[in-house]
């Protein structure tokens, strides 16, 4: 859905970013949550999360921060759009954000929940570092020809 946000009239923005801020926040209570059981099970989840984002040249908190961000960004395209009465000025913003998006409509999530092989290679401790290098850059898709189950989850991830 976010490949289509520039797409959707006024009020499907507006619902579709406070539904993402909730997200978020539900999001930071799961984690926080999961820190304060101090469950084995939760530590090492914890724990191979922050390898993977650290991997990736990233941590939860910048995550947040970038997730905030968009949604910030997002709803200065909201107040534009009702305070512009410009067609071709809104257009390119739409554009705009069409391009930045273009991404998100490239991948199905659900293709990799519900192959079991994908899941697996999902849970790759690389597969964050994977992900984030491939999508910067395709032509580094090579470098992971050494993990089969991961190069083919970018193989896939790039398909799309």
């Known amino acids: 859905m976010l490949a289509k946000f520039a797409d959707f009239d006024l009020e499907g923005k507006k619902i579709f970013i406070d539904q993402m801020e909730k997200l978020g926040e539900k999001m930071q209570i799961i984690m926080t949550r999961i820190q304060l059981a101090d469950d084995p099970l939760g530590n090492e989840?914890?724990?191979?999360?922050?390898?993977?984002?650290?991997?990736?040249?990233?941590?939860?908190?910048?995550?947040?921060?970038?997730?905030?961000?968009e949604l910030e960004d997002m709803r200065r395209m909201v107040e534009l759009e009702e305070s512009c009465a410009d067609p071709v000025m809104l257009d390119t913003v739409k554009q705009a954000y069409r391009q930045k998006f273009a991404y998100a409509s490239k991948f199905n999530p659900m293709e990799v929940f519900s192959d079991p092989a994908m899941m697996e290679a999902a849970m790759d401790p690389d597969a964050m570092k994977a992900v984030s290098e491939v999508v910067d850059d395709p032509s580094k898709i090579s470098n992971w020809r050494h993990k089969p189950q991961l190069y083919a989850l970018l193989q896939k991830m790039l398909q799309q």
């Open 45 to 69: 989840y914890l724990r191979m999360q922050r390898v993977q984002m650290l991997e990736a040249g990233t941590n939860m908190a910048a995550t947040m921060d970038g997730f905030k961000s």
